[in-house]
Structures are given as C-alpha cells and as structure tokens.
C-alpha cells in the first residue's frame, strides 16, 4: 500500500495536468495584459463586486485622489543631447566616438561625456538623474541650490550629487576611479570608501577597489586611508612630506588659511592624524581626541564650512552632544542660508530627539531645515521626524497636519506607517 | 556595475550616439528597468510571468471566476511595490508571495460570505463552481471541493506540495513561513483532505487505496 503523501502525488499530478490543459486551452490573458498595462502606475484595483457599492465608492474616490496626486507630481526633467536636442529615455545608452557628446537636462544640468566614454541614463525624476558611467571621463556640472539629487554609478562606486562641477573619469580594465573636484562638494561612496566620504572643492580623488585603496590629494597634501587598503600609495611630494612637518606648523597653516575664507584647507598641510583626516577615514572618536588636543574652540573658531558640518559630526559621533551642537550653532551663525547651515539644523533636531528626548525643541529645528530647505535632500526626512516629533510631544493636531502633507509628498515614505496611524486617529 | 554592460559591447552603436536596448534576461536588470521607469520593463514583467502567476492561481484556488482578476491585481501590485523588492534575483519567487496573497484574500472572502449567510459551509456549494461553466472532470471538482473545507493555509500549503509540486522549501518561502511550519500545515492538511474526501464519490478509486 503506497503512503498518503504518494497517494495524494498521485491524485495532484492528475489534477495537474487537467489543469494545464485547461490553462493552455484558455488566451484570456491577453485582455489582462492591456488591462495591467492600462492600469500599471495606478493604485492596484480593488475587486469591487465583493464590496458593496459604499465601499467601492469610498475606493474609486481614493483612486482618483491619487492619480490626482500623481498627476499633481512635479514633471522629470527633460535631457537632450546637446548637439541635435534628440532625447534621451531611461535605459538608453550613450557613447562618446571620436567626438564629445554633451547631455543638456531641462535644469540646467550638462553632463559631457570625452570621446571614447560611454554612459547609461538609469533613472531620470523632477530633481535629478542617475547616469550610470561605463568607461570614460565626464565633466560634470550641476546647478546649485535647486534641491537638486544626482547620482553617478561608476563601477563600484557610487557619487552623490547636490550641486556642483567635478571630472570623472573609470577605468574598468584597471578598476580605477579619478575624480578632481572643482566647485562644491560631492559624496562617493562604495568598495573602498564604505558608505560615503565627502569630497571638497580642490580635492583629487583616485580609489581602485582591485587594490584596495585611496587616496584624496590636494595641492601639495595627501590624505590616504589604509584602513582597508593592503597598501597605500602617497606621492613623494605630498603626505609624506607632510608628515614630516611638525603639529604646530600644520596647526599654523591650517589657521592661516582658515583666516577670511571657507575654503580655509586650500594649499594647506594636513597631517594624516589630523581630525579632518581620521574623520574622512571614519575615525570618529580619533577624530573628536584630535579636535580636542588641537583646541576644540580654536577649531570651531577657524573652521570653514564644510569642516564646521564635518566637526559637528566628529563630535556628535564621538559621544558629546555640546560640543557638537556648539559647531552646529556657530556654522548656522557664520553662514547662514546656506545648505550646510540646513543640515546642521537637521543635525541639532535630531540630537533632540535621540540623545536628549526633547521633542518640541527638535521639532523646531527640522523646521528651521524645511523652511531653509524645503525641497532639500533631507526634505523627506525632516518631515517626517518633524511628525514624528510633533506626536512625541503630544500635539496631535499638528502632527496630524504634517500626517497629512507627508502622505501626500511622500506616499511612499518610511514614515508613513506612523502618518497613517495618526490620519486613523489611533 | 549595470546589468547591461556586456550587452552594450555588442550594440552597433554609431560613432557618437544614443542606443536603445532591448530588454536583458536577467530578472535584475528587468528590476532595474521597471524601478527606472523604462517604457517597455511592464509589458515584458507580465510577458514572462503571467502564466506562471495564473498557474499558481489555479492551483490554489480551483475553477474560479475570479483568477483573471486576481492575475491583474498581482501585476498591479507588483509595478506599484517593485521598489520595495529587496532582492532582484527573487522576482518570481516574489511575484508568487503576491500570488498567494491574493489567492488567501479570495478564499477567506468566500467563508466571510458564508459566515454572513448564516448557512453551515459544508451545506454550500463551491460559489465559484456554481458560477463557472467549468468543464473540468468531476475528479477534479471533487478535489478542490474538498479542498475549500480545510483551513486556508493548510489548503494553499497543500494546493503547493501536491497539485503544483513545489519543494518544501519553496512552499514555506511562497507562504512565507518556516519550513517547520508547512510541514505542521501539510500534515494537518493531508488529514483534513482524507476526511473532507470521504463524501465525494469521484474520489472513491483515490480514496480506497489511502491508508
């Protein structure tokens, strides 16, 4: 006698084949595909004949309240190729021949590709674009100040991009990425650089995943990371060099050029222990004992922008919330209406309400970034920690409010389970 | 890098230019493609996965009315949430989660309606096999009709293992439970199928050699 799962095999093998035979026979699919393709980026339907006309009403009223919301979506940018204006979709690839060929996007944006590159457009929306770079060398240049988010795809590595001009270039046979910086600031992450190392204005960036190294240079400076690297190479004339120079003098250099300008680092020595450079390396408590040793008001006092944005973090990494709300507040006061300034206003909020717990004051400070910078990369965030803040302290009422402006800016947010939870009134 | 890399060696591509591709094999770069928004990424999703996702369907629910219904619900699903499928590589075994999913809704949608008629469910017809000029054999009637008095996730775990013939593994991932979970639910549904097999005649030859 067979056992039951072998009979019940049996019986399900014959089921099976009935029904294939049956599948086969049957070409409805066909009115189902012009129907899903109909339908794709609407909300999925809802099978209304089980439900009763009230509820199916309430449904069909959510449905056209969001496909009004995504007909209310702002519009991608449009991009071109500069020499014909022939457009570009996602998913095409563009190659570079013996010639340049420049993409125009619809912000103002160029991307340039040097003869013999060739890139791929992957994602395109109504603040940036995501180019994935193949082979090749890009002069890249991207507004400013237009809450703008591009992202490169270059091998291994990945750029992030608010505003700014740099060159790119990969090298897939040698696994090798270049990147000199000429205006703002950027941040590449992957393989070697982890989760995202910022890179300034002036700054050369070489990084090969291959070898396991990088290296960050400046004129007549080295910053190399050998945390993950087997070796490192430095040029001669630079970070060894520097090494050589005594603190004080490093000290010195840094101060004088910190003097009356932002980009106070420019042509000056910084010494691989120094916190600038253990913070690029992820070192952050090493980091906040340097900025320590050096003088942390003295740092504070002659720190450009950037390296502000860049302490506070040190700080609030390395476990002290005064101090890092210290270099938060004294970057808001030197440069105010800045981006930088935004996110350290982000900064401070989110300190409230991690390490202190206090709400309404943290709810405050991701306004301040929303005012400053409503359509800013941390946009999403902000609001929905502003909400989150709001409904911590009790204030239901407006926290029902951004609730209610989250879910419609961004309805696939993470905080949209909390959203809903407060639009239910649970 | 992308998933089109070596694709694009092979593209006549002129000196300078753009080049359209068409669509690559893998499911990753499908993915990429229907989370970049590219024209043509849905229309090849229910190309190669329609008659799998109807497939499972069936299998679960029987003769149904409803299983063209369920097949857009699942694709339509799936383009709004293709972002949030984490692991590309895992489309099909995702688009059958959804599959699932909706068949389960199906089913506990019928009961709630038996429940609201106040009519003891094993005095009711099959609804679905009421309303469908089905012309399957009465064998195959007579199993899904047993199969609509086990529990519902005893039944699709059932449906899985023994109609469609997916591995352990496979149905405890298509239901997203543990391994050991499936096998508590097929057991209980290997029992339940026996009795609930008993009164349908067509079954008897089956039936008669069950231990």
């Known amino acids: 006698m067979s056992s039951l799962p072998e009979l019940l095999s049996d019986l399900g093998n014959r089921v099976r084949i009935e029904q294939d035979a049956l599948l086969c026979a049957d070409h409805s699919l ?299 507040l004294h970057l808001r006061r030197r440069f105010p209406h800045t981006p930088l300034s935004a996110n350290a206003a982000f900064a401070i909020g989110r300190m409230e309400f991690d390490q202190r717990g206090a709400f309404a004051e943290a709810e405050r400070w991701f306004a301040n970034y929303l005012a400053e910078q409503p359509h800013g990369p941390l946009a999403r965030e902000a609001l929905g920690r502003r909400m989150e803040a709001l409904d911590r302290a009790g204030n239901i009422d407006a926290a029902r409010a951004v609730a209610q402006s989250y879910k419609s800016s961004y309805p696939r947010g993470p905080h949209m389970r909390l959203a809903e939870r407060l639009l239910e009134g649970r | 890098m992308t998933h089109e890399s070596s694709a694009a060696d092979l593209l006549p591509m002129p000196n300078s230019g753009v080049a359209r591709l068409s669509l690559p094999e893998s499911d990753e770069a499908l993915v990429s493609a229907l989370c970049n928004g590219r024209p043509d990424a849905a229309a090849t999703l229910f190309d190669r996965y329609a008659v799998h996702v109807r497939r499972v369907l069936a299998r679960v629910l029987g003769p149904d009315p409803d299983i063209l219904d369920l097949v857009q619900d699942v694709f339509v699903t799936a383009l709004e949430s293709i972002h949030k499928l984490d692991e590309p590589r895992a489309l099909r075994a995702w688009l059958t989660q959804i599959a699932i999913f909706s068949a389960r809704t199906r089913i506990r949608r019928r009961t709630r309606w038996r429940f609201l008629r106040f009519v003891p469910s094993e005095e009711l017809p099959e609804l679905a096999l009421d309303a469908v000029d089905y012309d399957g054999s009465e064998a195959l009637r007579a199993v899904y009709r047993a199969l609509a008095r086990l529990d519902t996730d005893d039944r699709i775990a059932f449906a899985l293992r023994y109609i469609e013939g997916m591995e352990l593994s496979d149905v405890a991932g298509a239901c997203q439970v543990s391994l050991a979970t499936i096998k508590r639910r097929l057991s209980r549904a290997q029992t339940s199928f026996r009795e609930a097999a008993r009164p349908e005649p067509a079954l008897a030859e089956w039936l008669g050699g069950m231990p």
């Open chain 1, 30 to 328: 066909g009115a189902v595909r012009s129907r899903v393709l109909g339908l794709e980026r609407r909300p999925a339907p809802a099978n209304f004949r089980h439900l009763g006309l009230p509820a199916a009403g309430a449904l069909g009223a959510a449905a056209a309240a969001l496909l009004g919301l995504h007909l209310l979506r702002p519009a991608p940018l449009g991009v071109t190729v500069a020499t014909d204006h022939r457009p570009i979709q996602v998913g095409d690839w563009i190659r570079a021949g013996a010639s340049k060929v420049a993409l125009d996007f619809s912000d103002g944006t160029s991307i340039t590709l040097e003869p013999g590159s060739r890139a791929r457009l992957e994602a395109i929306d109504a603040v940036g674009a995501g180019l994935a770079i193949e082979t090749g060398h890009a002069d890249v240049q991207v507004v400013p100040g237009r809450g703008g988010h591009w992202h490169l795809s270059v091998g291994p590595f990945g750029v992030d991009v608010t505003g700014t001009r740099f060159d790119i270039a990969w090298n897939p046979e040698a696994e090798e990425l270049t990147l000199d910086m000429h205006e703002g600031k950027i941040m590449v992450s992957g393989c070697v650089l982890g989760d995202g190392r910022p890179l300034l204005a002036g700054e050369h960036l070489t990084a090969s995943c291959r070898d396991r190294r990088f290296q960050v240079v400046r004129p007549n400076t080295a910053l190399s990371d050998s945390s993950a690297a087997a070796e490192v190479a430095v040029p001669a004339d630079s970070g060894l060099a520097a090494a050589a120079t005594s603190s004080h003098a490093a000290t010195d250099a840094l101060s004088s050029a910190a003097l009356g300008t932002p980009q106070r680092a420019e042509g000056a020595v910084l010494l691989p222990d120094s916190w600038q450079a253990l913070a690029r390396a992820g070192k952050y408590k090493a980091a906040f004992a340097a900025a320590n040793s050096a003088g942390f008001e003295l740092e504070v006092a002659r720190s450009s922008a950037e390296e502000l944005s860049l302490l506070g973090d040190v700080a609030r990494f390395g476990g002290s919330t005064d101090s890092a709300l210290k270099a938060y």
